[in-house]
C-alpha cells in the first residue's frame, strides 16, 4: 500500500466482531494488546478468548490480525498498519456456525456500554445479520447509527456477492463499508480491478460500499497447533531443503501433508519438489504460520487500522470527520463504475496525512 507507517494505531482500542478467536502470538507478544474478551454467544466476558481453536475461531483471528497484529510469529514481516493499537475480542459465532441477529445486537451493546472503559474508538464488523432490511428499524442498522452518533467510528465489509443486496450492519447509512479492491498481488497499478463486492444503492437511497481496499493475498494467521499449521510448515521447511536433506527428511515430514504421493513420487526429489510446490499454491501457504486470503472481510480491518493510525494522528476527529477524510482522499478507479466502488480506493498515505493537517488546523484555531 506504500504506507505512512510512523503512526502505529497507539492509544486507540479496536473492537472487532466476528465469528471467534483464539489467543494468538500476533496479539499476546511481546506485550499482551487484547484487553477484554467478550462472548456475545453466551453472554460471558473473560481477560484473553480460548487457547484450543475450532473451526469458527479461523475468520476472527485472521480480521483481528489483518487490523491490529504486530506480525509476531513472521519477525514484522506480515504486520498490520495498527500494530500498537489494543483490542477488544467479540464472538459472535454460534457452536452451529450461524451469526444471529440478536447476538450481533448483543456485541454493539457491549460496545456501547464498554466504549469508555476501554478506550474503544473505532469497531470492525466483518459479520452480517440475516434480515434484507435496510430500514432505520433494523436492530443492528439501529445501533450502529446511534454508535457513530456517540463518537464511535464503524467499519462494514460490504460482502462478496455482487448478486445480492447490502444487509446490515453494512447497509447503515453512517458506517463506513468497505467494497474489495483487486490489485492482482501486483505494485502496478495498471493492474487495479474490482473485486466481486457487494454493491447498491440502499432503499434509504445511499450508495455503499462506500470506498474499496484490497481484498486479495492477503496474509493473515494459521491458528497454532492445527493440522493446517503442521503441513504448513512440513511443506515449507521441505520446500527450503537440498536435495540431499530432502531426500532424508522427506519420509518424516509428508505424514503431516496432504500430498498423498506414490512410493515411486516421494524418491523422485524433483517430483516431489514440483508436488511440494504445487501444495503451497494451492492451500495458498505463505510461511509456516500465515496463509493468503481473500474478502472484502479481509478489506474491511485494513481500513480499520488505517482509521487507528489516523486517531493517534487527531484523537478529537468525530466519525464524520474520519469518513470525509477517507473518502476525500481515495482514488477513484476511472475504468469501472463508481456504484461498486464508491469513492474509490483507499490512500492510507494521504488520509493519514490529512488527519494530522486537520489535527495541527485545530491546534492552531
Not at 83 to 93: D, E, F, G, K, Q
Not at 105 to 110: F, G, I, M, Q
Not at 141 to 146: A, I, S
Not at 263 to 270: L, N, T
Request: proline share 6%.
Amino acid at each position: 500500500m506504500q504506507a505512512d507507517v510512523s503512526s502505529r494505531g497507539n492509544g486507540v482500542c479496536i473492537a472487532m466482531i466476528d465469528s471467534d478467536f483464539v489467543q494468538h502470538p500476533d496479539l499476546l507478544q511481546p506485550t499482551n494488546r487484547i484487553v477484554q474478551y467478550y462472548d456475545a454467544v453466551m453472554d460471558m466476558t473473560s481477560d484473553l478468548p480460548p487457547v484450543v481453536p475450532s473451526s469458527r475461531h479461523w475468520h476472527g483471528t485472521m480480521t483481528a490480525c489483518t487490523a491490529a497484529g504486530n506480525g509476531y510469529l513472521s519477525q514484522g514481516e506480515f504486520t498490520s498498519l495498527a500494530p500498537n493499537a489494543t483490542v477488544v475480542l467479540i464472538r459472535t459465532m454460534n457452536e452451529h456456525g450461524r451469526v444471529l441477529t440478536d447476538v450481533i445486537v448483543r456485541a454493539l451493546e457491549y460496545v456501547r456500554k464498554q466504549a469508555a472503559t476501554f478506550g474503544i474508538r473505532v469497531v470492525n464488523l466483518s459479520v452480517y445479520a440475516d434480515e434484507l432490511d435496510q430500514s432505520l428499524d433494523h436492530p443492528v442498522t439501529r445501533l450502529v447509527e446511534d454508535l457513530v452518533h456517540e463518537g464511535i467510528v464503524i467499519v462494514a465489509a460490504s460482502g462478496n456477492n455482487p448478486f445480492v443486496p447490502i444487509r446490515p450492519p453494512a447497509s447503515a447509512p453512517n458506517a463506513i463499508t468497505v467494497g474489495g479492491l483487486d490489485d492482482k498481488n501486483t505494485l502496478d497499478s495498471n493492474d487495479e480491478d474490482l473485486y466481486h463486492s457487494t454493491f447498491g444503492i440502499t432503499e434509504l437511497g445511499v450508495q455503499k460500499p462506500d470506498l474499496i481496499a484490497p481484498a486479495i493475498s492477503l496474509p493473515a494467521p494459521i491458528l497454532p497447533d492445527t493440522a493446517v499449521h503442521r503441513e504448513a510448515a512440513a511443506l515449507c521447511a521441505m520446500d527450503s531443503m537440498d536435495d540431499v536433506m530432502l531426500k532424508d527428511c522427506a519420509p518424516h515430514l509428508l505424514q503431516f501433508t496432504k500430498l498423498g504421493l506414490a512410493a515411486s513420487e516421494r524418491d523422485d526429489v524433483e517430483a516431489l519438489r514440483i508436488a511440494i510446490d504445487k501444495r503451497l499454491q494451492d492451500e495458498l501457504i505463505a510461511s509456516p504460520y500465515y496463509k493468503m486470503v481473500d474478502g472484502t472481510s479481509f478489506a474491511a480491518p485494513i481500513v480499520t487500522s488505517i482509521v487507528a493510525q489516523m486517531l493517534e494522528a487527531a484523537p478529537d476527529l468525530t466519525p464524520a470527520e474520519v469518513k470525509d477524510i477517507l473518502t476525500r482522499t481515495a482514488k477513484l478507479l476511472s475504468q469501472h463504475p463508481r456504484l461498486r466502488q464508491g469513492h474509490g480506493v483507499v490512500q492510507q498515505a494521504a488520509a493519514v496525512r490529512a488527519a494530522r493537517e486537520e489535527f495541527s488546523a485545530m491546534l492552531r484555531a
